[in-house]
């Protein structure tokens, strides 16, 4: 271990599901006990202000998943992403976020022009810059199309500096592999690791036959090895294996099996609407993608959009809520564009993370 020991020894995370309107109140709690203690020593990335915990220490984030800005354009779409863009600014202020996760599928790309496809990111973020919420994205399989590839929206987002959005390691599939650091405020030492993962899918860019569903809809084995040797070496730089949480757009094969061992809904709250649940790839593409998150020390939960019927969050199948196996969460269907049964009423997950003592726990808010 490398340098002075941080203050902050323990680590407490509550995680909270939110309506898109208000908060009804606390359905559950989980228990989650395990903990890391963290060293300082790295320095600060400097490309924008670093993220960092509030004076609470605290740090709270909201899920917008499933926008699907963009379908119809001169006819009923256009109500569609009006509605959508209230949910966002009602969540923004009944929450107060300091952080926001655009979990996917931004814009319907088949429903696009290729003259103003990516445009549609200019309207996703107007509730963002109006809150000065600083946010990251995962792409989804609808924001690759024939009219719109993941490159453009990229490139859209990064022209706002409150965009922490990554194009990660260039060899690797998919573009938004990356992680974000949360820092302590008083100390180098990151408090939390946020993880994005690329699941890829949709059709090529200007590909022949257009619209033409190509590209593979998993998280690339070659992603999980990234993703494995990435936690080596912070535990390398830090001493310590740091809490995480993951976000990817298209669920793990996992979130299947988990739905199939039965959801008592006392125990796990949320809509599940979507059975069986669509998955990446058949079911065996993402095997390493599933067996890094399983083998990961740290990581608290796995958080994916996709299924609009779907806002249950559990236990990894087979695994009690002792266990340092990772929670699994859908994300609140937040956009009224996409198809799906149950989903009258829109919204986000939100989630915050703790420094607070010895305890670790989940919590849901209906």
């Given at each position: ?37 963290f060293v300082s020593g790295s320095p ?70 290729r003259e103003n496809s990516s445009a ?156 069986p649940v669509d998955i990446q790839g ?85």
């Open positions: 271990m490398r340098g002075a020991a941080s203050p902050w020894s323990r680590l407490a995370l509550l995680c909270a599901c939110a309506s898109a309107l208000s908060i009804a109140g606390l359905l559950a709690a989980f228990p989650h006990a395990r903990v890391r203690s600060r990335p400097s490309s924008r202000p670093p993220l960092t915990l509030t004076r609470s220490n605290t740090f709270t984030i909201a899920i917008f998943a499933d926008l699907h800005f963009g379908e119809e354009e001169h006819g009923w779409g256009i109500e569609q992403d009006v509605n959508s863009t209230r949910v966002m600014d009602n969540v923004l202020q009944a929450e107060k976020p300091d952080f926001v996760v655009l979990n996917g599928d931004l814009i319907t790309g088949e429903n696009t022009f549609y990111v200019d309207q996703i973020v107007q509730p963002l810059l109006r809150t000065r919420t600083p946010w990251a994205s995962t792409y989804g399989n609808h924001d690759s199309k024939f009219n719109l590839s993941r490159a453009s929206i990229y490139q859209a987002e990064s022209r706002y500096e409150l965009c922490y959005t990554e194009s990660g390691d260039h060899s690797l599939p998919g573009i938004t592999n990356y992680y974000l650091p949360v820092w302590t405020a008083e100390s180098k030492s990151p408090a939390l690791i946020l993880w994005f993962f690329d699941s890829r899918g949709g059709a090529s860019y200007q590909g022949s036959p257009p619209d033409v569903d190509d590209i593979p809809n998993w998280v690339a084995p070659e992603v999980a090895s990234w993703f494995s040797n990435a936690q080596s070496q912070l535990r390398r730089e830090y001493g310590e294996d740091i809490p995480g949480v993951a976000f990817v757009h298209i669920p793990p094969q996992v979130f299947r099996s988990a739905q199939e061992v039965g959801l008592d809904p006392s125990r796990y709250p949320g809509l599940n609407e979507d059975v058949r079911g065996s593409e993402d095997d390493a993608f599933v067996a890094a998150l399983l083998s990961a020390p740290a990581l608290h939960s796995v958080h994916v959009g996709h299924d609009h019927g779907d806002s249950w969050c559990s236990t990894w199948p087979g695994e009690d809520r002792a266990s340092s196996a990772p929670f699994l969460c859908f994300a609140k269907h937040t956009g009224y564009g996409g198809t799906g049964r149950g989903i009258e009423v829109r919204g986000s997950s939100s989630s915050r993370f703790r420094l607070e003592g010895t305890a670790t726990w989940v919590s849901r808010l209906g």
